[in-house]
């Protein structure tokens, strides 16, 4: 965008100094006055090219979609460990989870898959709005269902 600014402007300057030019010469033969009505009758036109719009990016990329799928398989090795380890002896230990997790796999999967609907919600708002951090919600939650799992794994 600058250069096809500078491009533009340095024509402008150009056309208008091959004004100047012939006005000077007029200038040595003609009085005052006649210069302000003066018109030296130079079309100066050019063709500039400018640059094409950055074509716009989808929101929903490879990117987005990768994220939101590697985040559902997190979430469901975290829920599956889960039940894993309750059934042998084990309990939910995140407070916000344990009412959920207690009901069954319905409303532990219905919370859980709720929570990441909302997240990737924001994640799409913040990527389509052109944040450069929008991955951060999705991937803390791949990480926090992640870490999840492989605790649940002891059991």
């Known amino acids: ?34 210069l302000m009505s003066f018109n030296p ?13 950055a074509t716009e990016r989808k929101t929903t990329d490879a990117s987005f979609y990768g994220l939101v799928a590697i985040q559902t398989v997190a979430t469901v090795a975290d829920m599956e460990t889960t039940f894993r380890a309750i059934r042998h002896g084990a309990k939910e230990g995140n407070p916000i989870q344990r009412p959920f997790v207690e009901r069954g796999r319905g409303p532990a999967y219905a919370f859980n898959f709720g929570m990441n609907a909302l997240l990737d919600w924001m994640a799409y708002k ?12 999705p991937a803390t939650t791949i990480g926090s269902h992640t870490i999840g799992a492989g605790l649940n794994l002891r059991f």
Request: charge should be neutral; include cysteine; proline fraction near 5%.
């Open 1 to 34: 965008m600058r250069s096809a600014l500078l491009i533009g402007i340095s024509l402008m300057v150009f056309c208008f100094s091959l004004g100047a030019a012939e006005l000077g010469e007029l200038a040595a033969h003609a009085p005052f006055h006649d």
């Open 41 to 53: 009758g130079i079309e100066c036109t050019a063709a500039i090219a400018l640059p094409k719009p």
């Open 126 to 137: 913040q990527k389509k709005a052109g944040q450069s951090n929008w991955y951060f919600l």
